[in-house]
């Protein structure tokens, strides 16, 4: 008799346990979140594009106030997506010669916010570095972006922007070159 006790009081404390454990799964009430550039150094410069900007010539108000000038010439090297409208958020890597600044890769902001549609993905980027996806049952939806050293980072994934147009978006990263459609 006192062997069956035991050996119920066993069986019982491990189903107690192994009800406890959920079947080894975690309810995890925080949600994970990607790490965007995480320890990487963005020589990125940001800020609203100027009243004084032309054709060749940007002029950017930064974030910190500082007006800087950069110089627009596709021979070395510059390239611009998303165009130059005065009061558009911009982001700019550039190099500077004996003379002036030269933008090597020009992202307008503004312009890349707004709802994005492929074959597979259908997403809003939003101002505040938020994605939203509009399809429920997406595998892997992006939830995040920001842009370091002129590259767009959306949650993990890096690429570069090979075109932005008012209504278009070509992005390649090392996965392939991905196609989007603004809608």
Same mark, same amino acid.
């Given at each position: ?41 963005? !020589?990125? %410069?940001? /800020?609203?594009?100027?009243? #004084?900007?032309? @054709? ?5 108000? =930064?974030d910190d106030g500082k007006t800087l000038t950069f110089t627009i010439d596709e021979e070395?090297? !510059?390239? %611009?997506? /998303?165009?130059?409208?005065? #009061?558009?958020? @911009? ?5 500077? =010669? ?44 992006y939830t995040a972006w920001t842009i370091c050293n002129a590259r767009l980072i959306l ?29």
């Amino acid at each position: 008799m006192m062997k069956k006790s035991i050996i119920s009081t066993a069986v019982f404390g491990c189903l107690a346990l192994l009800s406890s454990c959920n079947g080894g799964k975690t309810d995890s009430t925080e949600p994970q979140r990607d790490t965007l550039n995480a320890g990487i150094a963005d !020589s990125t %410069v940001y /800020g609203k594009c100027g009243v #004084g900007t032309m @054709m060749n010539t940007l002029e950017l108000v =930064t974030d910190d106030g500082k007006t800087l000038t950069f110089t627009i010439d596709e021979e070395k090297g !510059s390239d %611009v997506q /998303g165009g130059m409208m005065s #009061g558009d958020r @911009m982001a700019v890597t550039y190099y500077k =010669t004996a003379d002036e600044n030269i933008a090597h890769k020009v992202i307008n902001l503004t312009t890349l916010q707004g709802r994005w549609t492929s074959l597979d993905k259908n997403f809003t980027i939003n101002e505040d570095g938020s994605i939203e996806s509009n399809i429920q049952a997406e595998s892997k939806p992006y939830t995040a972006w920001t842009i370091c050293n002129a590259r767009l980072i959306l949650n993990t994934d890096t690429f570069d922007v090979l075109s932005l147009g008012a209504d278009s978006l070509e992005l390649e990263s090392a996965k392939g070159i991905f196609v989007y459609k603004r809608q």
